[in-house]
């Protein structure tokens, strides 16, 4: 089991996140501020833990940093394609099985009775 993490521990998780994507991305942080209509010294408090953004930032900095709300809260990349992995089999397998079940329906109605 996983020991829950404390608010500082939480805003410098996501904050390091913000950081890692940004950079990977080739922005600076005047350049993503701007993209946000944020301030660059915001965006330097997120990115040292100092402030935790809003779930209305926080959705801001997925669409700009093309990824995953989620991806700000794991602890390493590999964490991140791991959950991205199963949700995409979860929705994968559900959407099969709806499929399925339309078809095994549609049988049964095109079946003559006797």
Known sequence: ??????KE????????????LRQRKGLSQEEMAEMLSLSKNYISLLENGIKF????????????????????????????KNISSRITYLIEDS????????IGDREKEEKPTR
């Open 1 to 6: 089991m996983t020991k829950q993490k404390t």
């Open 9 to 20: 521990e939480l805003a410098r998780l996501v904050g390091f996140n913000i950081k890692r």
């Open 53 to 80: 953004p809003s779930a209305d930032t926080l959705s801001k900095l997925s669409s700009v940093l093309d990824t995953e709300c989620s991806v700000f809260f794991v602890d390493s990349a590999s964490d991140a």
């Open 95 to 102: 959407v099969r099985r709806e499929i399925e079940s339309l």
